[in-house]
């Protein structure tokens, strides 16, 4: 664990392109905005202060919640309009969208029970991307779905055993979901639940760890398959957490 700095509002998210094609820092502030701040490095962004300032890139339509993700040069962010969400691909070389598909799930709710304004998370992992969201059909559990990330169809969709109850964010590793859980007065965060799509990782053989005790409760955890560490939020504080990793064995 590191504490980089304090930056922003209790709520955001920030990250680096989760494929490794850049050193650029992103920075989402709130829950609901269209401005991204962009730094060159990680040192210009330790160093953000008053007197520095971030470059912008104004979005053409307002992300909602914290479940966004830079991947290969584009971002992908959720818009919602009226009671369906979007999926807007965003080229952030040229500042074009170059794609955007309705989210094909009906009644959608808030994906983690104590992040309300997250409806949908999308994740990168080794595997390619992912989106985690929740719906009224089965709305204590979540599901997850395998997501194109040049023509964002959807792949291939499942629903998981992970409780939306008492979940603050989550992110997939190699195709398993985990799921980090805390209280309604924050307390020490967890992983609690995961599901491997490839049914591989038996649940019993899943490293269920908790993360150090830090201020508040997670806004966002992204996960950055490239360097193999979470980018999190934590009550306006960015935190690293690097990861080790060991092979799943082979049933």
């Given at each position: 664990?590191?504490?980089?700095?304090?930056?922003?509002?209790?709520?955001?998210?920030?990250?680096?392109?989760?494929?490794?094609?850049?050193?650029?820092?992103?920075?989402?502030?709130?829950?609901?905005?269209?401005?991204?701040?962009?730094?060159?490095?990680?040192?210009?962004?330790?160093?953000?202060?008053?007197?520095?300032?971030?470059?912008?890139?104004?979005?053409?339509?307002?992300?909602?919640?914290?479940?966004?993700?830079?991947?290969?040069?584009?971002?992908?962010?959720?818009?919602?309009?009226?009671?369906?969400?979007?999926?807007?691909?965003?080229?952030?070389?040229?500042?074009?969208?170059?794609?955007?598909?309705?989210?094909?799930?009906?009644?959608?709710?808030?994906?983690?029970?104590?992040?309300?304004?997250?409806?949908?998370?999308?994740?990168?992992?080794?595997?390619?991307?992912?989106?985690?969201?929740?719906?009224?059909?089965?709305?204590?559990?979540?599901?997850?779905?395998?997501?194109?990330?040049?023509?964002?169809?959807?792949e291939q969709m499942w629903d998981t055993p992970c409780p939306r109850e008492n979940a603050e964010g989550a992110f997939v590793v190699?195709?398993?979901?985990?799921?980090?859980?805390?209280?309604?007065?924050?307390?020490?965060?967890?992983?609690?639940?995961?599901?491997?799509?490839?049914?591989?990782?038996?649940?019993?053989?899943?490293?269920?760890?908790?993360?150090?005790?830090?201020?508040?409760?997670?806004?966002?955890?992204?996960?950055?398959?490239?360097?193999?560490?979470?980018?999190?939020?934590?009550?306006?504080?960015?935190?690293?957490?690097?990861?080790?990793?060991?092979?799943?064995?082979?049933?």
């Amino acid at each position: 664990m590191k504490i980089l700095k304090r930056f922003g509002s209790a709520s955001g998210l920030w990250t680096k392109d989760a494929a490794g094609s850049s050193e650029k820092i992103y920075v989402f502030d709130g829950t609901a905005n269209d401005t991204v701040y962009v730094f060159p490095r990680m040192r210009e962004f330790t160093l953000f202060s008053a007197t520095r300032k971030a470059a912008r890139i104004k979005l053409p339509y307002p992300w909602v919640g914290t479940g966004h993700l830079v991947y290969d040069g584009h971002l992908y962010y959720i818009r919602q309009q009226g009671p369906s969400f979007q999926v807007i691909k965003f080229n952030l070389a040229n500042k074009t969208v170059v794609d955007s598909s309705v989210f094909p799930a009906e009644e959608q709710i808030p994906v983690f029970g104590l992040s309300p304004s997250t409806y949908i998370e999308v994740s990168a992992d080794e595997e390619g991307l992912w989106a985690i969201y929740a719906t009224k059909e089965d709305e204590k559990n979540m599901c997850l779905a395998k997501l194109d990330p040049a023509s964002l169809d959807i792949e291939q969709m499942w629903d998981t055993p992970c409780p939306r109850e008492n979940a603050e964010g989550a992110f997939v590793v190699c195709g398993a979901l985990h799921v980090v859980y805390n209280t309604r007065l924050p307390s020490r965060a967890r992983v609690q639940c995961v599901f491997d799509v490839s049914g591989t990782l038996a649940p019993e053989d899943a490293s269920l760890a908790y993360f150090p005790k830090r201020y508040g409760s997670h806004a966002s955890l992204k996960y950055s398959p490239h360097e193999r560490q979470i980018y999190a939020w934590d009550d306006g504080y960015q935190i690293i957490y690097r990861m080790e990793m060991k092979k799943k064995l082979e049933v």
